[in-house]
């Protein structure tokens, strides 16, 4: 790793950036994609990998080729990636029930915590609000503040 962590990024930014759907979002995502290459400042998890595997090969508007999407999923390998272990699952299932959201939900912040984030940047949960220790925000809402440093 070649920088401190700044955040964790949800599957969503990451299928953002080939995705040819929202020229605003994709400008965004690769933005951060290639700030995450620059300075190795971003985790994720083996479930951001496999969901952007099975969006960008199976969204109608992205769909790309198996080989070329196995190589973009597997480029991220280079980043901290937060194995889905047994504990990490469990903690993710008593999050998902103590704060109301889903599994798949719970599972991001509890990767993130376990990565050490105390950021999640996802357009799937609710921007602003604190789980437990992990703030969410959205990368492709209008920003009020200050950029992410």
Same mark, same amino acid.
């Given at each position: 790793m070649r920088g401190d962590l700044l955040a964790f990024l949800d599957s969503n930014v990451l299928v953002y950036a080939v995705s040819r759907?929202?020229? #605003?979002k994709q400008r965004t995502a690769r933005a951060l994609v290639e700030r995450g290459f620059?300075?190795?400042c971003f985790a994720i998890s083996t479930q951001v990998l496999? #969901?952007?595997?099975?969006?960008?090969t199976q969204k109608a508007k992205i769909r790309?080729?198996? &080989?070329e999407a196995f190589e973009y999923v597997r480029a991220f390998s280079e980043w901290q990636v937060v194995e *889905?272990? &047994?504990?990490?699952?469990f903690a993710a299932l008593g999050l998902a029930?103590? *704060? &109301?959201?889903?599994t798949w939900d719970a599972a991001i912040l509890e990767a993130a915590r376990e990565a050490g984030c105390s950021l999640v940047l996802?357009?799937?949960? !609710?921007?602003g609000r604190d789980y437990g220790g992990v703030r969410v925000e959205n990368p492709f809402?209008? !920003?009020?503040?200050?950029?992410?440093?």
């Open positions: 759907d929202e020229p #605003e620059a300075e190795g496999l #969901e952007v595997y099975v969006n960008i790309l080729p198996a &080989q *889905m272990s &047994q504990p990490l699952v029930r103590h *704060m &109301q959201i889903s996802s357009e799937d949960l !609710t921007s809402a209008p !920003t009020k503040g200050e950029p992410l440093r």
